[in-house]
């Protein structure tokens, strides 16, 4: 498997008929003053050998510490972005409290080559969107995941 191939949850809710998505925003000090266009659906490298789903599930959890309930998982498009790799979705109903996301961490030396290293969280953040704001928000390629969702669920 190459690593240049992730998986993720869109998960979304409807709040008086109005379709919001969860989206998560990069940690780290190279992320934390960008915002249009940095925003992304919890997803990350999928392992050697591993189901895609399964990939996805996990990264969901890891990047924000909740577990998802749903059985329904709505197979997206993948899309390939800028920089090359290709990103897996699923779409999942659901609700949690984005305030309350735990991520995962990660040890980064900072300033690169500068011999001082720090925990670093995947993700800082998560907030639910409208479709419109998310579309702003989210990585460009990944506009197409929620496009998608939305067709499917205006069927």
């Known amino acids: 498997m190459e690593n240049n191939q992730s998986a993720g949850i869109l998960l979304y809710r409807i709040d008086n008929d109005r379709v919001e998505v969860l989206l998560v925003h990069p940690g780290g000090p190279y992320h934390v003053k960008k915002d249009l266009g940095n925003w992304t659906i919890p997803k990350g490298l999928i392992d050697e050998n591993e189901d895609h789903v399964v990939a996805a599930k996990r ?10 309930t ?4 709505i197979e ?19 609700d949690l409290d984005a305030s309350r996301i735990t991520s995962n961490v990660f040890k980064m030396e900072y300033p690169y080559k500068s011999g001082k290293w720090m925990d670093v969280p995947e993700i800082d953040k998560a907030e639910w969107f409208d479709v419109e704001t998310a579309k702003k928000k989210i990585n460009a390629a990944q506009v197409a995941f929620i496009d998608e969702l939305v067709d499917i669920l205006d069927r």
């Open 59 to 68: 990264e969901f959890f890891e990047e924000t510490g909740h577990q998802l």
């Open 70 to 73: 749903t059985t329904q998982f």
């Open 76 to 94: 997206l498009h993948p899309v390939r972005q800028k920089a090359g790799k290709t990103v897996y979705a699923w779409a999942a109903e659901g």
